[in-house]
């Protein structure tokens, strides 16, 4: 089992920045790369970027240039900091961790409680 603690969220106006932390806890070794998720109401949880140990990264289009992704494999960690944030990047942000293959990434049964991420117009 893996425990992850997310936590940074909250209410900016756009154009702000947020920075999200992740702690995992517990079978650390059972994941080789870590990510974030996210979910707006009436939404499907979308991928918003991945991670490997090795620092491999990967992002998905709508964030490409505003966010990046960073891992501290020492504190089982992985932090997102959240650029010229937009309106339609609000959402529960959720972490996860996974495996990372040839830019796929693939969720493990494992996610935090999600923290919340509003931007105001």
């Known amino acids: 089992q893996v425990q992850l603690v997310e936590s940074g969220g909250g209410l900016v106006q756009a154009g702000g920045s947020l920075n999200l932390s992740c702690a995992a806890s517990?079978?650390?070794?059972?994941?080789?790369?870590m990510g974030w998720y996210r979910q707006a109401p009436g939404k499907q949880r979308e991928l918003v970027a991945g991670?490997?140990?090795?620092?491999?990264?990967i992002y998905a289009d709508p964030v490409k240039g505003r966010f990046t992704i960073s891992i501290d494999n020492a504190k089982n960690g992985v932090y997102l900091q959240m650029n010229s944030l937009k309106p339609e990047d609000t959402a529960v942000y959720y972490c996860?961790?996974?495996?990372?293959?040839?830019?796929?990434?693939?969720?493990?049964?494992?996610w935090g409680q999600g923290t919340q991420v509003t931007v105001s117009s």
């Open positions: 996860n961790a996974g495996t990372l293959t040839n830019s796929y990434y693939t969720p493990h049964a494992f």
């Open positions: 517990g079978s650390t070794l059972s994941f080789n790369a």
């Open positions: 991670i490997s140990r090795a620092v491999r990264k």
